[in-house]
Each structure stands twice: as structure tokens, then as C-alpha cells.
């Protein structure tokens, strides 16, 4: 069984006890989140799919720990102006577990 969920705008594949990388959630580990924007859940044979959520579709995760990516290092350089610039970026995560799917 899986499901289709939408959380903090982007789309994710949950599957009982698949671990998910999420933007960084303002939450201390153990907490439990219940997703109700849930796109799709397939059951093996059957399929549910919501028009835009299924009604009554809830997907339970649980928050794992934080940590920051590796760093994305941006150039810019203009050729005979003297002009570079080094930028770098680290972008925050957080992990979570989902821990069930539940179907109305």
C-alpha cells in the first residue's frame, strides 16, 4: 500500500515505514504529524483517487531527526571586468518516518 501526499508544497511517495527527506519541520523528534492532503492511495488492486484529496485518506508520520545538506557552490564572473563572486548554500532537511495510511 502506498499513497500520493502533498506537504509544505511539494508532492511525496509515502510507504509504511519509508523514511522521507522534507524541508526542515519546526519540530522536536518523536513528534507525530498527520498528513490529510493525500493526492492518491493505492491498495494493490484497488486505487483511490481524490479530486483534488481523497476524502478521509490520512498518512501518520513521525519526525526522525534535522541535519543540512551538502553545500551548492555558485560562480559569478564576468569576463575583463574584474568581477567573481562565490555564494554558497546549505539547504536544511528533516527526516520523517511514515509510520501508517489510513483509508476512510
Given amino acids: 500500500m502506498y499513497a500520493l501526499v502533498e506537504y509544505m508544497g511539494k508532492q511525496f511517495k509515502a510507504e509504511k515505514g519509508a523514511i522521507l527527506q522534507v524541508d526542515k519541520l519546526d519540530a522536536e523528534k518523536g513528534t507525530a504529524i498527520d498528513i490529510d492532503s493525500v493526492l492518491l492511495v493505492s491498495d494493490g488492486d484497488k486505487i483511490s483517487v481524490g479530486s483534488p484529496y481523497v476524502k478521509g485518506a490520512k498518512v501518520k508520520i513521525i519526525v526522525e531527526d534535522s541535519f543540512r545538506d551538502k553545500k551548492v557552490l555558485v560562480l559569478k564572473y564576468k569576463s ?21 495510511i489510513v483509508v476512510a
Fill in 80 to 100: 575583463k571586468k574584474d568581477y567573481h563572486r562565490l555564494i554558497g548554500h546549505r539547504q536544511q532537511y528533516t527526516n520523517v518516518r511514515v509510520e501508517d
